[in-house]
C-alpha cells in the first residue's frame, strides 16, 4: 500500500525497535511485519518571501504492513491503509508493547505462560 506520509525520527525509531513485536490496543493484536522509508528531498519555490530556497531533506513512510487477528472471522489478516496511517499519527506505539508486556506479566502471575506453537 502507497502511504507517503512524512514521519519524524522517534517514529522511525518506534517502527524498527517494535519491528516484528506483539502490540495491544483494547484487546486486539497487532504486529508490524514490514515498513519501507525513503529519503526525499524537495525545494521550495521562490517567493517574495523566499527569495533563494533551501533545499529539504524529509523522511516518508511509503509502505507498512501491519497484521493482527479478527475475532469476528476468526483468520490473521493485514489491516488496510487507513487503519495503519491512524495507528503510526496518531498513537504512541511504546505504550501498545506496554500493554502486550503487562498482559503476559498478569498471566505469568496466574501460573500462565505463552509459547510460539511450532508448526511441523
Same mark, same amino acid.
Do not use: A, T
Given at each position: 500500500m502507497n502511504m507517503n506520509i512524512e514521519i519524524s525520527d +522517534? +517514529?522511525?525509531n518506534q517502527l524498527s525497535?517494535? &519491528?516484528? &513485536?506483539?502490540?495491544?490496543r483494547d484487546g486486539v493484536l497487532y504486529k508490524i511485519t514490514d515498513y519501507v522509508i525513503e529519503e526525499v528531498t524537495t525545494t521550495p519555490e521562490k517567493s517574495w518571501c523566499n527569495r533563494n !530556497?533551501? !533545499?529539504r531533506t524529509k523522511k516518508v513512510l511509503k509502505s507498512v504492513r501491519i497484521i493482527g487477528y479478527n475475532d469476528e472471522g476468526h483468520f490473521l489478516g493485514t489491516f488496510d491503509e487507513g487503519t495503519c496511517r491512524r495507528l503510526i499519527t496518531y498513537f504512541d506505539l511504546y505504550y501498545f508493547r506496554n500493554n502486550w508486556i503487562k498482559f503476559q506479566e498478569a498471566l505469568n502471575a496466574f501460573g500462565y505462560e505463552l509459547n510460539e506453537i511450532k508448526k511441523d
Open positions: +522517534s +517514529s522511525i525497535v517494535l &519491528k516484528g &513485536k506483539f502490540l495491544m !530556497p533551501q !533545499p
